[in-house]
């Protein structure tokens, strides 16, 4: 059985001034399409198959990343449902000067991973090693379900009338 | 007050070999990166400021886009917390033979208006009109508190010691 | 038969570092690219073929865009030449802060609709709607009669000996 | 005075997959933008300062380009206007087996020379050497008249009553 | 005194199509583009300072990289010369099916740090702590020594006449 | 025979914001994949073959390249080796006040011709027609030897044990 370890996927880039917006911030959605990239590779390494992205579950901006800082990504498989796998990515800023780094971002990504005709095929469990992988693991299951929950919230109430007395500000 | 209509950001995109993955379809970090531009102008047309996103909160792939592709993005603001936006993008993929449209993503985002000085900056409310507004105005309350709780309960989760029967499989 | 409406295509853009030059305004070149692809998407729309960029007619950068601004682009069919379309594309400026917009530019191009052999194919003729679309439709007819007077005034001058008083200052 | 010769720019590019579409063609928006670029730089290097897009008057795309090809441009100012240039750019494709060239597009566009602040600024006028380049210096006279021609045209359309028996098809 | 293992960056890339050439391998430019922005980042790391690309000393391309597969570059500093940092670039090619890694290009790159002004500033000397480390340390001073040799020999044979009896074929 | 300036292959390049560092001079990266493109389309010329890059001998930069300036790339074919050729490229900068040129790089690369099955194919010798080009093609034998002797010379190290009293600083 493969390792968390083992589906690791490190990336590094350099912020460029078309990543920025006009403060000289990285653009969001650029930061989205490295992390999309990362998972991708993470869930292909474990699992041995193409994998497409099926949902983004939560991305969280902590801080700003400026123009001319370096990124560090780190993409690992934090669970395998039976065709899907969650994988979670950290963000790092470095700054080169004090050679320090800092958690700037946090992603959770559930990926499927198909075969040439594009249906889902199945995907071999995970080895958790440590603490944290394993703390990691049993997270994304509270994260799957509560995710379901929250949809079937959502189709209930757009099955009810609309609250009358609701007020748009 | 201006009115949810007001903040409509329509982008239309033709899908190029380099947007695709060797089965052809549409890159999730592709996508996820041209949802981001929408929301960002959606939201800076209504507040009339710079807006940094600071949290994707949902992104649903439904069915894959391939190569050659027409995608249209719709971008709305659903409702606006304080100096917060959130931001709902609808993708549809067009059929130029048979001339339809269909849904096959959709995500809400959490978008901060800021100041020159990176500092949030207070947003004007929206006004809904339709039904249809009124209830995503709804929704997206909802979607914060939810999202409120999960963090919270991820949180005492990690403050818990971790259950011991619990395997990794 | 399909309207001319039905053939709207609409762009939005964000300008980065990259699409402007040393003084900070869109390059001519990009917001041209961006044309052609609003344009061969609006043509593609109508004919339900490829359709491929046959000439560029005219187009005319009424003021500067810069870093920064929101760009929106309206392309639609003016009329139906056998297998040929005019498509006149509109180019707005969007000013966040006073959400106002302003027209910055208007082109007008050739497409042809091409089989999978790249041989031209007949395209279904386009109804126009409003005294506007019946304008553009008739405007359509005049520059292509126009083109094609001054291609051949162009060859006519081309055979014969230059003027020999011509001086070049 | 700065001869046509000198102002002659050449610009070698490959066509990658991302420059084509579904049929494997060159891209028109793409040659666009690097016929933009090429006659930016030939009007600079002529006139000593930043040059911005004025108008394209005609590209014509004579036959396609294909993914892999070897496309050449060359941009030379055809004659100077006070503040404005009209740029004549040629597009060669290169067969690297047989080692043969082909003219395949032609464009012309006019090009405005602006100081720091984007106010036109007087060019120095051009030495034609050539039969050739003298022939180009006359047309780009002919281009211009008939560019107002037309304009003028079309603006006495639109101040007149649309014609009744005109009928779209 | 940095350590050498302190320098690492690693970049994980997925090969697009936009990246390869008609026979589906990765183009050589690409991947330079890729060395030399891991180099730059790890002469960053290392010196505190921003770096410059001085010289290319040496890349050799050991096999070919396809279209979807994942290349992991890995960047160190081999050592520092008072002013400028020679950085060893390896680049591994990764099977997902089979889970393997494979050696398929190397660089040797030497940068020069510099300050706000562009004028070169001392960097720290580097630590190695392995034998590898070590003998990568020695094999800098080698490869710069025999470089100047080159140059120098280079520049002695253009200052003599060409010999009369060469041909070429 | 085909002659050395029949591979001649001239690139011209803007600047733009993305190709350049924070200092805003051009990347090292971005330069060197024009030049493996200039370097792959002058040895596909001279061969009638697919090129691909075998390895980067040297590339020196001697001077910096500043956003908005333009860059011109001249490669030229050197030698033929049976299946393989050594390409040199000169870049220029060009200054568009003064219009002088400067000589700020100079690069040599080795290329293998291949076929479609990316086997290595034999090429046609080159033939040159000046001292200058006698005298590149002689350099270019000279390069070769000493780049193997180099590499000898590294092996040899690597079979040896280290020096003992080597200490890195």
């Known amino acids: 059985m493969k390792t968390v370890q083992n589906s690791l ?24 399409h490295w992390i999309d990239i990362a998972a991708a590779l993470s869930a292909r ?41 969650e994988i979670g990515v950290k963000v790092f800023r470095e700054d080169p000067i004090n050679d320090t780094r800092k958690h700037t971002a946090s992603a959770y990504l559930t990926f499927v991973a198909i075969d040439n005709y594009g249906r889902p095929v199945k995907v071999a469990p995970i080895k958790t090693e440590t ?5 990691r693991y049993e997270e994304a299951e509270v994260r799957r379900r509560r995710r379901l929950e929250t949809r079937e919230h959502m189709e209930s109430m757009r099955a009810q009338p609309l609250k009358s ?4 500000s």
Chains 1, 2, 3, 4, 5, 6 share one sequence.
């Open 165 to 168: 007395d609701s007020t748009s």
């Open 45 to 85: 390494k474990h699992s041995g198959k193409v994998c497409v992205t099926a949902s983004v579950d939560e991305i969280s901006f902590i801080e700003p990343i400026k123009l001319g800082d370096t990124v560090i990504l780190q993409a690992l498989v934090n669970r395998v449902f039976t065709t899907s796998l």
């Open 9 to 32: 996927t490190t990336m590094t880039q350099m912020i460029l001034p078309n990543d920025t917006n006009p403060l000289g911030n990285l653009l969001g959605g650029k930061l989205m």
């Open 131 to 135: 603490e944290e992988e394993q703390r």
